[in-house]
């Protein structure tokens, strides 16, 4: 079967289209729990959100496979998306502690919205599951974390946003000998994407630098917005 990487244009009328449903359903989730569902009926959304996010999780691993698209150089959840997927998977299980949600919080909603701003949908065969799947996955990793915060009152807390970044380069010391060994491009450590986007500066491996700034500005920015401190 033939695959592509698929790139939808920034500010493209496909991008308007789907990004504008993609928020509006988002905001309509968040509006109509928040104004008329008491905290257990909340718990029961947020568990169906997750139990969601699982079938299209193992349909879309199941349909590699079977298509014979699984390798483990492309399909390992080793983005950061990914990563932050497994989360809002295991939140129909557990209740997140206050750690594992803050990283869920901050590098889902950055993630999500990095992946909303350039899609890049990878080994897509055409098939609208495979359309689906790209923005509601994204979708699920910002809409989650959120819902979290604002209808299950989680909580972030002082000096979280630096925490992540420093998690964040711990897995990334993991992941730059691991794409070396089995020739993969997990979190886009040994090659940029393949898409126009302007936080792109300079070849690898001085990009990977000016992620780094960037990342914190946006974790630093994200814990001002939610929490109205500046700390």
């Not at 295991?90 to 750690?99: A, G």
């Not at 970044?165 to 393949?194: R, T």
């Not at 990342?215 to 994200?222: A, K, R």
């Amino acid at each position: 079967m033939d695959t592509q990487n698929y790139i939808i244009e920034f500010m493209s009328n496909e991008w308007i289209r789907n990004t504008v449903i993609s928020v509006c359903l988002m905001f309509l989730i968040l509006f109509i729990s928040n104004n008329f569902f008491n905290k257990d009926q909340k718990l029961k959304i947020v568990k169906i959100l997750s139990l969601f996010m699982i079938i299209m999780t193992i349909t879309d691993h199941s349909r590699n496979i079977i298509n014979g698209l699984w390798n483990v150089s492309d399909n390992l959840p080793l983005h950061m998306c990914g990563l932050t997927n497994l989360i809002a998977c295991s939140v129909l299980f557990t209740k997140l502690n206050k750690r594992v949600f803050e990283f869920f919080y901050f590098a889902g909603i950055i993630g999500g919205i990095q992946a909303f701003l350039t899609p890049q949908i990878n080994n897509f065969d055409g098939s609208t599951f495979e359309y689906i799947s790209y923005h509601t996955s994204h979708a699920g990793i910002i809409l989650i974390p959120i819902f979290l915060l604002t209808n299950l009152k989680y909580s972030i807390t002082k000096f979280s946003w630096f925490r992540v970044w420093v998690y964040l380069n711990i897995i990334i010391a993991f992941i730059i000998p691991l794409n070396f060994q089995i020739d993969s491009n997990y979190m886009y450590l040994a090659s940029p994407p393949n898409v126009d986007n302007p936080l792109l500066i300079g070849d690898w491996p001085y990009y990977i630098f000016f992620w780094e700034i960037i990342v914190i500005l946006f974790t630093y920015t994200l814990y001002v917005i939610s929490t109205k401190k500046f700390i």
